[in-house]
């Protein structure tokens, strides 16, 4: 009996050291602390904080309690030691981590400042090996979706949607795939995508605002692709400002009224759109990339060339199909495009977008334009403002300073087009013609 007692205690003992010692090792200790948030939500904020496997781990003390931070430490100590036993890629590197304000965001830290993610991500298995993979990279997300899946060996999960995608198209979708998505302290939804970024308040954002941004975003890096190659076609390495066509800010502010764009003393393009048309978006790229005038006699030639490239950088077919077909279709009789179309389900951005193709079509191509006044009250009509006596005919001006451009392209080409805009030289000068001379023969041309 003794004997089997004393070896019996001390493996107990053993058993009860080595308890102790796991216990210990796995145990999560918070203390008090405190941290500066320097930009998004400025301030200092109490915070809970737990060092565990490297990693600094700060909850907000009145937002999150200590049983559910230990929870959220040991879920994300997980997701990480996956992460790095799963990827060679991944620099294992000390991390932190803050957990603030009500239930909306969890997030990593870039560059003192935190990247807010909301909560309920974490609760789930795919968002949490993601938001690791963000925090190991300092925020910086810069694998598509697909490496996502091949790093964390996952291949069910699906990509994070913030919002249903029932009837995108097969582009919308892979345009979806490349496309990396944050959102900030201002709760602004921020989509990257071949270089640019998109923000966008989360209050104006629905189900099918998502849509059309996933729209804009897919035309977009179309649109910059055939930009660059349009630019190395007329042997033209830059933009007029230097600006770079893979650095660029869009603002979705969606208010209506004007969009606009802005050029910073870099170069750098940011672009604020008040509507969310496509056609809307190129004209406003183009400006980022064409030149700025004060010269009130080149004014309109950039608006045209920025339409003018815009058209020929995007064409629609779906749009080109409508008027062609519009054109052979007896029912169309009375002039009233908006009707026409919409007898044939047209939404009203289309509408406008084939309204326009259809008055360039006639102008530039030099088709009837005996109309010409009815096609302007119509433009006025259908698509101007409430105000519409100031804005009377707005949107063919717009129209005809493309087609008054595509004449001068004509006489000169492209390059030669670019190069006098980016010149100081005047149309006399230029063409050895003067400014009313051009228009005349450009009105002959359209109207022949
Ligand atoms: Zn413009």
Same mark, same amino acid.
């Given at each position: 009996?003794?004997?089997?007692?004393?070896?019996?205690?001390?493996?107990?003992?053993?058993?009860?050291?080595?308890?102790?010692?796991?216990?210990?090792?796995?145990?999560?200790?918070?203390?008090? #602390?405190?941290?500066?948030?320097?930009?998004?939500?400025?301030?200092?904020?109490?915070?809970?904080?737990?060092?565990?496997?490297?990693?600094?781990? @700060?909850?907000?003390?009145?937002?999150?309690?200590?049983?559910?931070?230990?929870?959220?430490?040991?879920?994300?100590?997980?997701?990480?030691?996956?992460?790095?036993?799963?990827?060679?890629?991944?620099?294992?590197?000390?991390? @932190?981590?803050?957990?603030?304000?009500?239930?909306?965001?969890? %997030?990593?830290?870039?560059?003192?400042?935190? &990247?807010?993610?909301?909560?309920?991500?974490?609760?789930?298995?795919?968002?949490?090996?993601?938001?690791?993979?963000?925090?190991?990279? !300092?925020?910086?997300? +810069?694998?598509?979706?697909?490496?996502?899946?091949?790093?964390?060996?996952?291949?069910?999960?699906?990509?994070?949607?913030?919002?249903?995608? !029932?009837?995108?198209?097969?582009?919308? &979708?892979?345009?979806?795939?490349?496309?990396?998505?944050?959102?900030? %302290?201002?709760?602004?939804?921020?989509?990257?995508?071949?270089?640019?970024?998109?923000?966008?308040?989360?209050?104006?954002?629905?189900?099918?605002?998502?849509? +059309?941004?996933?729209? &804009?975003?897919?035309?977009?890096?179309?649109?910059?692709?055939?930009?660059?190659?349009?630019?190395?076609?007329?042997?033209?390495? =830059?933009?007029?400002?230097?600006?770079?066509?893979?650095?660029?800010?869009?603002?979705?502010?969606?208010?209506?009224?004007?969009? $606009?764009?802005?050029?910073?003393?870099?170069? /750098?393009? #940011?672009?604020?759109?008040?509507?969310?048309?496509?056609?809307?978006?190129? =004209?406003?790229?183009?400006?980022?990339?064409?030149?700025?005038?004060?010269?009130?006699?080149?004014?309109?030639?950039?608006?045209?060339?920025?339409?003018?490239?815009? $058209?020929?950088?995007?064409?629609?077919?779906?749009?080109?199909?409508?008027?062609?077909?519009?054109?052979?279709?007896?029912?169309?009789?009375?002039?009233?495009?908006?009707?026409?179309?919409?007898?044939?389900?047209?939404?009203?951005?289309?509408? %406008?977008?084939?309204?326009? #193709?259809?008055?360039?079509?006639?102008?530039?191509? %030099? /088709?009837?334009?005996?109309?010409?006044?009815? &096609?302007?009250?119509?433009?006025?009509?259908?698509?101007?403002?409430?105000?519409?006596?100031?804005?009377?005919?707005?949107?063919?001006?717009?129209?005809?300073?493309?087609?008054?451009?595509?004449?001068?392209?004509?006489?000169?080409?492209?390059?030669?087009?670019?190069?006098?805009?980016?010149?100081?030289?005047?149309?006399?000068?230029?063409?050895?013609?003067?400014?009313?001379?051009?228009?005349?023969?450009?009105?002959?041309?359209?109207?022949?």
């Amino acid at each position: 009996m003794r004997r089997k007692y004393l070896i019996i205690i001390p493996l107990i003992l053993l058993v009860c050291i080595a308890g102790v010692l796991i216990f210990l090792k796995s145990r999560i200790t918070f203390y008090e #602390d405190s941290y500066k948030r320097n930009y998004t939500y400025s301030g200092v904020f109490d915070t809970i904080t737990a060092d565990y496997n490297g990693c600094k781990y @700060n909850f907000e003390s009145n937002i999150v309690e200590e049983k559910e931070a230990k929870k959220l430490v040991k879920d994300f100590d997980e997701s990480r030691k996956q992460i790095i036993r799963s990827s060679d890629k991944v620099i294992q590197e000390k991390i @932190n981590i803050y957990v603030v304000a009500d239930d909306r965001i969890v %997030g990593p830290v870039i560059e003192d400042d935190a &990247l807010f993610l909301p909560r309920k991500y974490l609760e789930d298995y795919d968002y949490r090996y993601w938001i690791v993979q963000l925090m190991l990279k !300092k925020g910086q997300c +810069k694998e598509s979706f697909e490496e996502y899946k091949n790093i964390f060996n996952v291949e069910s999960a699906e990509h994070p949607m913030l919002f249903p995608t !029932k009837g995108f198209s097969k582009q919308q &979708l892979e345009t979806l795939d490349n496309t990396e998505f944050f959102i900030n %302290g201002n709760n602004d939804y921020i989509f990257k995508s071949a270089g640019s970024g998109f923000i966008i308040n989360s209050d104006i954002i629905d189900d099918s605002t998502y849509e +059309k941004i996933i729209e &804009l975003i897919q035309v977009e890096s179309i649109t910059k692709e055939n930009l660059k190659q349009l630019l190395e076609d007329i042997n033209i390495d =830059h933009s007029m400002y230097g600006g770079n066509v893979d650095d660029i800010t869009y603002h979705i502010e969606n208010k209506g009224g004007r969009s $606009y764009t802005i050029i910073d003393s870099d170069g /750098k393009i #940011d672009i604020t759109l008040n509507d969310l048309t496509v056609r809307t978006l190129e =004209h406003e790229l183009m400006h980022g990339f064409f030149i700025d005038y004060t010269d009130l006699n080149k004014y309109w030639i950039e608006e045209g060339f920025c339409e003018y490239v815009a $058209y020929i950088l995007y064409p629609d077919n779906k749009l080109v199909e409508g008027i062609s077909k519009m054109s052979v279709d007896d029912s169309y009789e009375d002039g009233d495009f908006k009707r026409y179309l919409q007898s044939k389900n047209y939404d009203d951005n289309d509408i %406008g977008r084939m309204y326009f #193709d259809y008055v360039v079509n006639r102008l530039y191509q %030099g /088709k009837d334009v005996s109309d010409y006044p009815k &096609l302007k009250e119509k433009v006025a009509t259908n698509f101007g403002p409430n105000e519409q006596s100031k804005y009377y005919g707005l949107e063919l001006s717009y129209t005809e300073a493309m087609s008054f451009t595509a004449y001068l392209i004509d006489l000169k080409g492209l390059d030669g087009l670019f190069d006098f805009m980016s010149s100081d030289k005047s149309y006399e000068e230029f063409f050895g013609k003067s400014y009313v001379e051009l228009e005349n023969s450009w009105k002959k041309s359209v109207s022949e």
